[in-house]
Nanobody
């Protein structure tokens, strides 16, 4: 059974940076399309960034030019570098294998104003 484990969340002031990491226990990781989603209190979960198995990236407009998604197929990890954080980025962030029900447990990101 595949497992996804996120790390790197925390509390940061507006304008700061955080790096989230997701470790995936799947020997076929290099073939997987991966995504980072977030869910703020009272809101639906939304996809903020994705990366295909060939490295093509896509971002929600709300994080474009601030967040960067990347992957390391040798380490089976996908990373989300978050810069210029805003209070509205506060949410639980989840790693996901795109179009599957495989999710991590989530990591809290809180941005104070």
């Amino acid at each position: 059974q595949v497992q996804l484990v996120e790390s790197g969340g925390g509390l940061v002031h507006a304008g700061g940076s955080l790096t989230l990491s997701c470790a995936v226990t799947n020997t076929l990781f290099r073939l997987l399309n991966m995504g980072w989603h977030r869910q703020a209190p009272g809101k639906q979960r939304e996809l903020v960034a994705s990366i295909t198995n060939t490295g093509v990236t896509n971002y929600d407009d709300s994080v474009k030019d601030r967040f960067t998604i990347s992957r390391d197929n040798a380490k089976n990890t996908v990373t989300l570098q978050m810069n210029a954080l805003k209070p509205e980025d506060t949410a639980v962030y989840y790693c996901n294998i795109i179009h599957t029900t495989a999710w991590g447990q989530g990591t809290q990101v809180t941005v104070s104003s």
